[in-house]
């Protein structure tokens, strides 16, 4: 994220899910804080702490199947880590205990959820849920619905396929409490014999069955959530049929120059996170680890590369912003940075938001803005983040004073 090649000296700390240290630094010393909150992409300019930071990870010994994730119920330890060793927790451990299955390398949070095998590849606490696939290009979505393209992977989904129905609950980023329930739709499971295959992964099915669904009545520009559940009729009943997906996150078009790059933007973006939660990034990444396929260095933290990768095909010149402060003065000087607080007045998707965690006038940590919410209470806005403890992420964050800066896009920076 900020260690650039010429000034690692500036360092950055990351901690646990739940707790993060800071640093206040003076001119001849330094003094160590601890604050309750979610943190992550942390970086200290101007500073020359090289002391390590104090993390919880976890012993290796606790990771039976070295797929990175210790055992649930594996006992945490503090650990005293370099900066950049806060990414992936130090050599002999491991940064999470939320395995599932630790005799089985492909059973673990991040995995892609396969189907047919009566097993939780995802340690989610469903086996064989039906996944929804991501595409970049947002072909599937449009200015009043969006289809949602749903991998079948449980077998009880095929044995009900000509009386099988799909119930869609969906709700408006913007007002994410306020969730409707979509009136039940007869389906048809598609067969696919060659299934396409992720680069750098094993083919792990000769058949693939999927489902469109198309979710209607919607509004334009918005960004959605919505989760699927399976019902199969009997008579004039509907009964449940397999666990209700994991909830999908899209955007829905509208006219308009900058709408159009801002809709790209937020797809592009969204594939990543998908592509975080099936682990082919980030976190023992498959593919590419930590943020390398953003440009950073493995291990090197990268929120704000994340940002300006999603935003590099569509925005001049933002490729090389790989740093929270470099981002700020690449919309300083379009002028089009703002104060946190105008975020609910003026912020659409696709935008940047700056947080400064410690207040000192200097940012902490990249994100990519999608939605304020004032139906959740207080008001909160919903963000894509990379370098989450080095996964991607789409959150809520109160909009309080750590919500620092948010820069604009304008149609003076498209390509
Ligand atoms: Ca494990
Ligand atoms: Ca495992
Ligand atoms: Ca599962
Ligand atoms: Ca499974």
Redesign the pocket.
């Known amino acids: 994220m900020y260690l650039s090649k010429t000034s690692k000296k500036n360092f950055l700390f990351l901690t646990a899910l739940t707790t993060f240290t800071t640093f206040t630094t003076f001119t001849t010393f330094t003094t160590l804080t601890t604050i309750t909150t979610t943190a992550v992409c942390l970086f200290y300019q101007n500073t020359s702490l090289a002391e390590n930071t104090n993390i919880t990870c976890y012993n290796d010994s606790d ?9 649930i119920g594996a006992t945490a330890v503090t650990v005293s880590a370099t900066p950049n060793e806060t990414t992936n927790c130090p050599a002999g451990y ?1 940064k999470y205990a939320t ?1 599932c299955d ?1 005799s089985n ?1 492909k059973i ?1 949070p991040k995995a892609r959820e396969i189907a047919f095998n009566l097993k939780d590849d995802n340690c989610n606490g469903n086996q064989d849920e039906p996944t929804v696939n991501y595409f970049a290009n947002g072909d599937r979505s449009f200015v009043h619905s969006f289809k949602m393209n749903i991998d079948i992977n449980n077998r009880a989904l095929l044995s009900y396929r000509d009386r099988l129905y799909a119930e869609v609950e969906v709700a408006p980023l913007r007002a994410s409490t306020l969730s409707k329930t979509h009136e039940k739709k007869l389906v048809t499971i598609h067969e696919l014999i060659t299934p396409p295959v992720t680069p750098g992964l094993p083919t792990m099915r000769s058949k693939k069955y999927l489902t469109e669904v198309e979710v209607e009545n919607l509004q334009s520009d918005t960004v959605y959530r919505a989760r699927v559940q399976f019902y199969y009729k009997e008579g004039t009943n509907f009964i449940k049929v397999a666990a209700q997906s994991a909830w999908y996150y899209t955007m829905t078009k509208t006219a308009g120059l900058m709408n159009s790059i801002r809709f790209k933007i937020v797809h592009r973006g969204l594939k990543q996170y998908s592509d975080s939660e099936e682990g082919l990034v980030g976190y023992h990444g498959l593919i590419d680890v930590d943020g390398t396929r953003y440009g950073a260095d493995p291990t090197e933290w990268w929120c704000s590369e994340f940002y300006a990768w999603i935003l590099t095909p569509y925005i001049k010149d933002i490729s090389d912003k790989t740093s929270a402060n470099k981002l700020v003065t690449f919309f300083t000087n379009h002028h089009a940075i703002h104060d946190g607080s105008d975020i609910p007045r003026i912020a659409e998707m696709g935008d940047y938001v700056a947080l400064d965690y410690d207040n000192d006038g200097s940012g902490d940590h990249s994100t990519m803005f999608l939605a304020y919410d004032t139906t959740q209470i207080p008001a909160k806005i919903w963000l894509l983040e990379g370098n989450i403890g080095n996964l991607i992420t789409i959150k809520t964050r109160n909009l309080n004073n750590n919500i620092w800066k948010l820069g604009r896009l304008h149609t003076t920076m498209i390509k």
């Open positions: 990771d039976s199947d070295h797929d990175g994730y210790a055992r491991v395995d630790d390398s673990h």
